[in-house]
């Protein structure tokens, strides 16, 4: 079956999204391209410009990209749509736009959905939106549930249930899961091998769970630090905050504070968050 036809602006930006340095430029093009492209209605531009978007952190370009869209009957955008009201703190708003989104059958949505309900608290449903993204075969959702189990609801039994029946070369995090609930049972040497199964399985943040097993577990922080630059070095998610947070926390100010200002370019509101707290001033507002 031949690729579908996403346009061919859509196509370059693309190449320049998935360019995989620092340099702020490819990626500014890449987002030039792409309002181009959704004003000349290519049918997957919308999607890419708000991940453009939401990879600089501006938040309120990629709502009132996504907002009219999703009104529209959009509803493919409406999980992406309920993320970015998350993070501006419009809950109310981001639970409709779940709802919408997990109604179409969003397995990823379902799964965010679960994430936000967890931090708000409500446990319950919670994990019932994490087995139903489960069940829709979303590959994330089951490490989460384990961890909502294990650090949320202190249930380690459930945790550990729900990581060994879930535990697959096609859904890696699991194996990070399984790890944390044999760590907290005091299995040390299990656990690091679960961790370096999840590395070896390329697990999005196989690096930096493992790192925080040396720091936490082990007090290596000397591997540790080996394994968050090795995350770095792959760009797995968040890695620059978690670096960051690291060498704050080990007294590197100076290179955490460039760490974090490079995380928060890239859009990590985590990083902003801690750069806002630790540092009286990171950027001159003149």
Do not use: K
Not at 175 to 194: F, K, M, P, W
């Amino acid at each position: 079956m031949s690729e579908p036809d996403i346009g061919l602006l859509s196509r370059r930006a693309t190449e320049l999204l998935d360019d995989d340095t620092t340099d702020w430029r490819p990626h500014q093009r890449a987002i030039e391209i792409l309002e181009q492209a959704v004003a000349e209605g290519e049918p997957e531009a919308a999607r890419l410009l708000a991940r453009g978007y939401l990879e600089r952190g501006q938040l309120v370009e990629a709502h009132e990209l996504l907002a009219p869209l999703v009104a529209d009957g959009r509803i493919d955008l409406a999980g992406a749509l309920a993320n970015v009201l998350a993070d501006l703190g419009l809950t109310d708003d981001a639970e409709h736009a779940y709802l919408v989104a997990t109604g179409g059958g969003d397995s990823e949505a379902m799964n965010n959905f679960a994430l936000f309900l967890a931090d708000q608290g409500r446990f319950a449903e919670a994990v019932t939106m994490f087995e139903r993204a489960i069940a829709a075969g979303d590959m994330l959702a089951p490490a989460n549930l384990s961890r909502t189990y294990l650090h949320d609801l202190h249930d380690i039994a459930a945790a550990q249930a729900v990581a060994e029946r879930h535990l697959t070369a096609d859904a890696p995090t699991t194996y990070c899961a399984l790890a944390e609930v044999r760590a907290e049972l005091g299995h040390l040497d299990e656990a690091e091998q679960l961790l370096c199964t999840a590395v070896e399985l390329g697990a999005p943040q196989a690096h930096i769970d493992y790192a925080s097993f040396l720091s936490h577990r082990r007090s290596d922080p000397a591997a540790a630090e080996r394994e968050y630059r090795l995350a770095g070095e792959l760009h797995e998610p968040s890695w620059g905050y978690h670096l960051g947070a690291f060498l704050l926390e080990h007294g590197e100010d100076d290179e955490a504070a460039q760490v974090l200002e490079l995380a928060a370019y890239w859009g990590s509101l985590d990083a902003r968050r801690l750069l806002d707290t630790e540092f009286e001033l990171v950027i001159d507002p003149a």
